[in-house]
């Protein structure tokens, strides 16, 4: 069964930084688009960033355009998203998820697009 396993969400101070990891297991990874969601309590998901299969063409939601960071190592099987100058407004449940196409399409902000496969989350909170 396909699984994806974030890591890395904690507790950080208003302009640290984080790395969150996603790992993916019975998943031809590199066939696959992977974006990075997050949803703070009663608020809808949102994406953060995408990259493409290859990790050529990244995309970001403009509210971390800038800050974050994603990437992607195939070899490893392994999403990141570096976060960086973090502020409060960042707090939520970040979510990894596995494009339908290898590609991030003009809707791969929505959750709602198509995405294959979503893992459990990892928590970020973030003090000021």
């Not at 974050?68 to 490893?76: M, T, V, Y």
Request: net charge negative.
């Amino acid at each position: 069964q396909v699984q994806l396993l974030e890591s890395g969400g904690d507790l950080v101070q208003a302009g640290g930084s984080l790395r969150l990891s996603c790992t993916a297991s019975e998943l031809t990874f590199d066939d696959y688009a992977m974006g990075w969601f997050r949803q703070a309590p009663g608020q809808e998901r949102e994406g953060v960033s995408c990259i493409s299969k290859s990790g050529s063409n990244t995309v970001y939601a403009d509210s971390v355009k800038g800050r974050f960071a994603i990437s992607r190592d195939n070899a490893k099987n392994t999403l990141y998203l570096e976060m960086n100058s973090i502020k409060p407004e960042d707090t939520a449940m970040y979510y990894c998820a596995a494009g339908s196409y290898g590609y991030c399409s003009r809707s791969w902000s929505s959750p709602h697009q198509g995405y294959s496969y979503w893992g459990q989350g990892t928590q970020v909170t973030v003090s000021s």
